[in-house]
Nanobody, 116 residues
Framework: VQLQASGGGMVQAGGSLRLSCAASGRTLSSYQLGWFRQPPGKEREFVAAISWRVGTNYADSVKGRFTISRDNANMVYLQMISLKPEDTAVYYC????????????WGQGTLVTVSS
């Protein structure tokens, strides 16, 4: 399975961006897809996840500003609004089988930079 993230860029605080992630190699209908991010000099952290069975969940820091969506088994999006400088990070999409805890598949990351 390969995950390809896109849509990153530079935006001013208060702006918006939409990230996309395309999966290939197998159908991921029984997989949870998610987004993580790694701010400069910090550890990677969970942002949001979605699955057909469980629904969506978000990190507290992005609730109300980010929306994860999925329009088929192999495409996932992250709509980000009201962006803050602290949202600056490399964003990664990831996938895991719903019954496991380990995120098995990772994309290459896309950089989001929010200027103040």
């Amino acid at each position: 399975v390969q995950l390809q993230a896109s849509g990153g860029g530079m935006v001013q605080a208060g702006g918006s961006l939409r990230l996309s992630c395309a999966a290939s190699g197998r159908t991921l209908s029984s997989y949870q897809l998610g987004w993580f991010r790694q701010p400069p000099g910090k550890e990677r952290e969970f942002v949001a996840a979605i699955s057909w069975r469980v629904g969506t969940n978000y990190a507290d820091s992005v609730k109300g500003r980010f929306t994860i969506s999925r329009d088929n088994a192999n495409m996932v999006y992250l709509q980000m609004i009201s962006l803050k400088p602290e949202d600056t990070a490399v964003y990664y999409c990831a996938g895991r089988f719903e019954s496991t805890n380990k995120w098995t598949y990772w994309g290459q990351g896309t950089l989001v930079t929010v200027s103040s």
